[in-house]
């Protein structure tokens, strides 16, 4: 099977996954309790399409992912682990991923198919949709993403896109956009947040420094303020609260092997609740990646 019947037949899988709600596309970073169901693609363009161009030397990889946060005001840790496989083609990126949280000592599982198409020479397109089982509380039952991402020259770039969550027979919309710029080897970027029916906004601004040509070898600095949406964190679970938060990320990923990438990372994040309680989120991360 050549590259473009294979492009052909993932873009219908892709289109027929999502059909039912690209009628209103939408999507939220707001999870429960957390604002770190959807990753942004932090990747410069210029990287993608000039490794694009030349043959990979690698078609697949597979990560894991542990990360564990100190909740200040309920004095326990929430963990987060992730499980992916990625398949890389002449036409993108296209794969599948496993969630696992537990939150207020409640376990929960999410499964997401993930999709990085190249749309042209200049766009790609990010795209995922995930699931989880209604019987659990720390997962949204549904949620997608979809946010094209445009080449614009000199080193600019631009995203625009809709997010959207489902829990608790609540929905969340997040409107999103994205202005980045490649200055040597340092990528910086700024992207505004609009969560929907509460009408709140995030911003969010970063820095991320290569090292090499390729994408594999950085290290990373974000910061964020605003406010955002949480569900299922406060009786009644079905209530959506307006969180004021503020947060700084940093990490790093470098190689370990032949193929083999080590990416660690720490963060805080510091919300205030309407009733004026404070959380104070301290998290650090590790991720295995080994592509082949």
Known sequence: MNCNITYRLLILVLLLISFPITRSFAESD???????????HVVPMQLLLRQNETALPYKNEIGISQEEDWISDLKEYWSFSSLYYYRHTCRGIFGARFNYANKYFIGGEQYVLEAYPYLTKDIYLAATFGLSNTSQQVFPKYQYLIEPYFNLGNGFEASAGQRFIRSFNVNIYTYTASIGKTIGSYFIWFRPYHYTPQSVDFFEAGIKRFFGDSTDTYILLKAGIGKTP?????????????????SVTIDGQ????KGIFLNV???????????GHVREDTNGSVNVIWRF
């Open 230 to 246: 949480d569900i299922g964190d406060v009786p009644p679970l079905n209530q959506i609260t307006i969180i004021s938060t503020n």
């Open 254 to 257: 470098f190689p370990i092997a």
């Open 265 to 275: 990372g720490a963060g805080y994040a510091r919300q205030v609740y309407p009733s």
């Open 30 to 40: 707001a999870s429960l309790g957390t604002t770190r169901v959807f990753q942004n």
